[in-house]
Nanobody
Framework: QVQLVESGGGLVQAGDSLKLSCAAS????????MGWFRQAPGKEREFVAA????????LYTDSVKGRFTIPRDNAENTVYLLVNSLEVEDAAVYYC?????????????????WGQGTQVTVSS
């Protein structure tokens, strides 16, 4: 089992930045790939970003490229989502997920464990 706890969400203004964190515990060794997803009210959960164990492979959805970054600190068992130039459309609950697959994937079905989410609200 892997436990994931997100933090760092909040209410911000458009154009602001946030640093979301996801702390992992439990069987960390099976969390090769880490990802972030988000779900806005009335919408499907969507992929945001993913990173491989080494950090050498990173994947982003088109709408966040150039604004979001996904670094990870394996020594601290933590993955981050650095969010810059927030837009109203970025408002959602952001979920951290881990995958035992070595493939950096945007597919939610590839991820085995999920956190409870952290709310990001963006005002215009």
């Amino acid at each position: 089992q892997v436990q994931l706890v997100e933090s760092g969400g909040g209410l911000v203004q458009a154009g602001d930045s946030l640093k979301l964190s996801c702390a992992a515990s439990g069987r960390i060794g099976i969390s090769y790939t880490m990802g972030w997803f988000r779900q806005a009210p009335g919408k499907e959960r969507e992929f945001v970003a993913a990173i491989s164990w080494s950090g050498g492979n990173r994947l982003y959805t088109d709408s966040v490229k150039g604004r979001f970054t996904i670094p990870r600190d394996n020594a601290e068992n933590t993955v981050y989502l650095l969010v810059n130039s927030l837009e109203v459309e970025d408002a959602a609950v952001y979920y951290c997920a881990s995958s035992s697959s070595r493939r950096t994937s945007a597919a939610a079905r590839e991820y085995n464990y999920w956190g409870q989410g952290t709310q990001v609200t963006v005002s215009s």
